[in-house]
């Protein structure tokens, strides 16, 4: 019997992917990461624990998102602006 939420954690695992191409410590670092992250808890079968850590991946990748439009501001602010 397959997860229902197997395309959601499918879906999150390539979001993650992509936001990682542009970490700072490199894609290749992120990845194996992720990979590690995602096949540690890949046994897990709890409906309530793989929903709980779902939304920590939704919260990791938002706060990725808000890195890379932070590193991007103060970029255009060093070019603009003399400090």
Excluded at 40 to 66: P, T
Aim: no cysteine; glycine share 6%; proline share 2%.
């Amino acid at each position: 019997m397959a997860n229902p939420l197997r395309g959601e954690v499918v879906r999150l695992y390539k979001n993650l992917l992509y936001l990682g191409r542009e970490y700072p410590k490199g894609g290749d670092y992120f990845r194996d990461h992720l990979r590690s992250a995602f096949s540690k808890n890949k046994s897990v079968q709890d409906q309530e624990q793989i929903k709980a850590l779902i939304a920590r991946g939704e919260f990791v990748a938002r706060e990725l998102e808000a890195l890379y439009f932070l590193r991007k501001y103060r970029a255009m602010k060093k070019r603009y602006y003399e400090e």
